[in-house]
């Protein structure tokens, strides 16, 4: 067991029989920030904490393998069991490669899975290709010039310019991108002002990404930064904008899938397991690791 990678991160090694091959197989660590209400017994035990992604059963299946590879089950060659800290915003996985997970344990492939809770219980769905999408974030800072209500024409609204950048944004998805590449752009925080006859000085806009070609979301960086400084100079304001791709989009590797889809027909049933699915715009950063290997 190598512990303390990634801060919390820990790789197990199970080796047996003399063959060279390796495999690995990976599970996320670690909670969310919110309050758990569920009242059943494996709660959260944390005030403030909660397994809301499912991350609990996640280490708890890779438990339950680790046990059963290391007991039960004759094989030749090494699996490496990975319990990867940090998956939902603070990138664990890449933090895990910084510090050398492929090369302390060279592998010819690595397994995830994820569970979901819109899936009938004893099924699996899988897909060669893209099948989850990249993430960005962005933050935009606009500064304009702030005035009492009653003298507009002496103001640079930044919630006016804002609202304007934001439209403009939208734009993108139909101007700029094919309509055929599944792309969203989503501003989920607005925040300005703090009084009913006060034009504001200062706006900010926050919000996400998600899109499966490296293409698309260099042009969504592109125009997004390009339209947050042309629409602030229209209107003598300034912006500070900030985008960061924070992880690429999930890829998973044609054959080592089917391998896949056929071990899971074996043991739940051809009929359990769907390989025709339509990639899902959320992300993983799962992702990392399969730009590292198949």
């Not at 094989?75 to 895990?96: H, S």
């Not at 492929?102 to 004893?122: E, I, S």
């Not at 501003?187 to 009913?196: R, Y």
């Not at 080592?256 to 992300?283: M, N, R």
Request: charged fraction near 20%; proline fraction near 5%; include cysteine.
């Amino acid at each position: 067991i190598h512990e303390k990678i990634a801060d919390t991160g820990i790789v197990g090694v199970i080796k047996k029989g003399n063959s060279d091959r390796v495999v690995g197989l990976r599970a996320d660590l670690d909670a969310l920030d919110l309050d758990e209400f569920n009242q059943f017994e494996h709660r959260s035990k944390i005030k403030g904490k909660m397994h809301a992604c499912g991350h609990d059963g996640h280490t708890a299946m890779l438990l339950g393998a680790a046990c059963h590879l290391a007991k039960d089950v004759d094989f030749d060659g090494t699996i490496y069991v990975i319990f990867q800290p940090a998956e939902e915003v603070e990138g664990g996985a890449q933090k895990m490669i910084d510090e050398g997970l492929f090369k302390r344990f060279p592998m010819d492939a690595v397994f995830g899975m994820h569970n979901y809770p819109t899936q009938a219980v004893g099924t699996f769905s899988i897909c060669p290709g893209p099948m989850m999408a990249a993430f960005g974030s962005f933050e935009c800072v606009i500064t304009g010039t702030g005035m009492h209500s009653s003298l507009p024409h002496m103001a640079v609204d930044p919630i006016e310019i804002g609202v304007e950048m934001h439209r403009q944004w939208k734009s993108i998805l139909h101007r700029d991108i094919e309509p055929l590449q599944p792309a969203v752009i989503s501003v989920t925080q607005f925040n300005s002002g703090s009084a009913h006859n006060i034009s504001p000085e200062i706006a900010e806009l926050k919000g996400s990404t998600r899109c499966f070609s490296p293409e698309v979301a260099a042009t969504i960086s592109k125009r997004m930064t390009d339209i947050a400084h042309d629409v602030c100079a229209m209107n003598n304001a300034k912006c500070e904008f900030i985008y960061k791709q924070s992880y690429p989009a999930l890829i998973n590797e044609p054959v080592c899938t089917s391998f896949v889809a056929e071990v899971a027909a074996k043991i739940v049933g051809e009929d359990q397991v769907s390989t025709g699915i339509e990639p899902i715009l959320g992300s993983e950063d799962f992702a990392c690791m399969l730009e590292n290997c198949p």
